[in-house]
């Protein structure tokens, strides 16, 4: 069993960043895959980002490229995503989920991950 509790969300304005972390426990997160997706009123739960087991792979959705930084901290067990240049199409429930099955779909499908957090929202105002 993985538990995972997202913490660091809150309301911003357009250009300014936040810092979501991300802390498990049953696992250690350098144990493990992980992403982080996010869910805006009305619309489908969208992938953010992945980070594979070894930290070395990172995919990130073209509408955050550039902007959003995974990382982890395998000291404090936790998983990062800081977010810079933060726009108001960023406003969601942002969640962190675990892979710990390593099935077979795809690491931007959702099915993908066995395990969820509660989710932190993340309010951009323009």
């Known amino acids: 069993q993985v538990q995972l509790v997202e913490s660091g969300g809150g309301l911003v304005q357009a250009g300014d960043s936040l810092r979501l972390s991300c802390a498990a426990s049953?696992?250690?997160?350098?144990?493990?895959?992980m992403g982080w997706f996010r869910q805006a009123p009305g619309k489908e739960r969208e992938f953010v980002v992945y980070?594979?087991?070894?930290?070395?792979?990172?995919y990130y959705a073209d509408s955050v490229k550039g902007r959003f930084t995974i990382s982890r901290d395998n000291a404090a067990n936790t998983v990062s995503l800081q977010m810079n240049s933060l726009k108001p199409e960023d406003t969601a429930v942002y969640y962190c989920?675990?892979?710990?099955?390593?099935?077979?779909?795809?690491?931007?499908?959702?099915?993908?991950?066995?395990?969820w957090g509660q989710g932190t929202q993340v309010t951009v105002s323009s």
């Open positions: 980070m594979g087991r070894g930290g070395g792979d990172r």
């Open positions: 049953g696992r250690t997160v350098s144990s493990i895959a």
């Open positions: 989920a675990a892979d710990t099955a390593y099935g077979t779909a795809r690491y931007y499908d959702g099915g993908r991950y066995d395990y």
